[in-house]
């Protein structure tokens, strides 16, 4: 079973810079798909990005997409997400995921992650 740890959160001013880290128990991570989602206040879960375990395949939700890079390292077992151009509406609690199962496209449905890790908090000030 793997445990995921995520750090790097904190406060930003708009239009800065954050980078997450998702380490990995498993020594087997490079088995596992990984996906970051993300819970603003009073809001449901959703999904952010997520990578293959190969590294080679990556998705991103639209609001992201252009401002936010995921990748991986599978020697240290981290999924990095690196922040760029945030703004107040990025302000959530930000989980790492993965799961072992396969799938035809790197999962963004939160139902298809098996563990979860505890979050870091980002917020943005305007």
């Known amino acids: 079973q793997v445990q995921l740890v995520e750090s790097g959160g904190g406060l930003v001013q708009a239009g800065g810079s954050l980078r997450l880290s998702c380490a990995a128990s498993e020594r087997t991570f490079s088995t596992y798909d990984v996906g970051w989602f993300r819970q603003p206040p009073g809001k449901e879960r959703e999904f952010v990005a997520a990578?293959?375990?190969?590294?080679?395949?990556?998705d991103y939700a639209s609001s992201v997409k252009g401002r936010f890079t995921i990748s991986r390292d599978n020697v240290k077992n981290t999924v990095l997400l690196q922040m760029h151009s945030l703004k107040p509406e990025d302000s959530a609690v930000y989980y790492c995921?993965?799961?072992?199962?396969?799938?035809?496209?790197?999962?963004?449905?939160?139902?298809?992650?098996?563990?979860w890790g505890q979050g870091t908090q980002v917020t943005v000030s305007s």
């Open positions: 990578i293959h375990r190969s590294g080679a395949l990556a």
């Open positions: 995921a993965a799961t072992p199962n396969t799938y035809a496209v790197t999962p963004s449905l939160l139902s298809a992650y098996d563990y």
